[in-house]
């Protein structure tokens, strides 16, 4: 039998210096670790719905035909009455990840340049490396507009609300990015239902303007990998020739279909989530201002010992010191239902040292 190393020399020597992307703990392993069913856990790490879907989307995947290969035009129909852009703007894909891939596949390639506000989505800078282009890092400083010039510079990678961080961009300076620069720049709205105003519309006006977004958040659709990008047509156009014809399942495009076709639902969970973001924020002097589902804290010691002493207590919060430039002493926490908050806001006090 002939080594390993014999075919592993032939893996693209440039992916030995790409980071793994990291989800945090998985539930079900930490679960079986504590010993606990996993309903009993409290997982605040991942920025899902607590409240799940429309009841819409269960009654869609009972009807469906699954044996035939999907299609996508009746959930890019829906997305058009819901974005308010006609179908030649959008394009569909497996998650948001799927949606930056072949966005970053269209337009890097080896030695080009992909600017990156951090800390911010880890998976852009994967997205990009995998192209073989070079992640050049800015600090993101709040309020303040970022100069996007560089040699060689293709795409720019912009977060709005941010993750982990929480704060939305201003128009002005997104306008200001797309202005001074010739590359392509891609606004990630994975949160913009948090927020309440979409910068979607600039995409009418910048040619160089791609706005993603995703139905995992705010839609309660994490499970089913479906998202969407509005693009100027000519960007859309070349999306469909490279992305993979089928690579949404048709369960996920039923699911989202009946998502979009209940909108009260989604916008009645905004509303829970946003209320209890703000009575956790005012229950926690060290979380920052947040416009996402999610509060940003800054701890006093490190965030990964902290992670770890709430794991012991059946609670996931994400420990963000795997977020590039973001540093050891911060938290990422999803807001969850109010009893789940509740739980958190207490374990969070005793470890602390403000409650016996």
Sequence with gaps: MRDQADFAKKVLAFLSHLDEDDAGPDPHQAAKQLGIPRQDLIVLSRNENPYGPSPLVGAALQDGQFHRYPDSRPFLEALAGYTGFSPEWLVAGAGMDEIISTICRIFLGPGDRALIPVPTYNFYALAAGLCGARPEYRTRIVGSAMDPRLPGLKMVFLCSPNNPTGEALSEDSVRSVLEKTDAIVFLDEAYIEFAGKSLAGLVREYQNLVVGRTLSKAFGLAGMRLGYAIA??????????????????????????????????????????????????????????????????QTRGKSKALAEQLLCRGIIVRDCSSFHACGERCLRVTVGRQEENDRFLEALEILDGKKD
């Design 232 to 297: 100027p047509p000519w960007i859309a156009e070349q999306y469909r020739r490279v992305a993979p014809m089928f690579s949404i399942s048709s369960p996920s495009l039923a699911a989202g279909t009946a998502a979009l076709d209940d909108l009260d639902w989604m916008k009645e969970c905004v509303r829970r989530i946003v209320s209890e973001r703000e009575r956790m924020r005012a229950k926690l002097p060290c979380a920052l201002p947040s416009q996402a589902n999610f509060l940003f804290l």
